[in-house]
């Protein structure tokens, strides 16, 4: 039998673990949405283009578009949270300027 104050340490200890592990859930969620900010800056500024090649609005809008496609695959595979769902469905309508005015800045 544990004592009072053995017992509330390890009630505590154990609030915060399951917190942690629920930040950890949370941080995995940003970092996720924030390297889909990354991969579509990437593309809007050309930086996939090879140095001297010259880059079209086509070129970019093909690449944007081919990512858009690759990422809508994997995130039906994979699922989303409320916030994702919201965060991508303003990407995937190319409202990024709304994307960027909201919550889904990262």
Not at 4 to 29: G, W
Not at 34 to 60: C, M, P, T, Y
């Amino acid at each position: 039998m544990l004592s009072p104050a053995i017992s509330f340490r390890l009630a505590r200890m154990r609030d915060i673990v399951e917190d942690r592990l629920l930040f950890q859930s949370d941080l995995k969620e940003v970092r996720r949405m924030r390297q889909w900010v990354l991969d579509a800056e990437h593309i809007l500024s050309a930086d996939f283009a090879q140095a001297g090649s010259e880059v079209s609005n086509a070129r970019v809008g093909q690449q944007f578009d081919s990512w858009r496609q690759g990422l809508l695959q994997q995130l039906t595979q994979d699922g989303l949270s409320q916030e994702q769902q919201q965060c991508a469905s303003a990407v995937f309508a190319g409202a990024f300027q709304s994307a960027f005015a909201s919550h889904c800045v990262l």
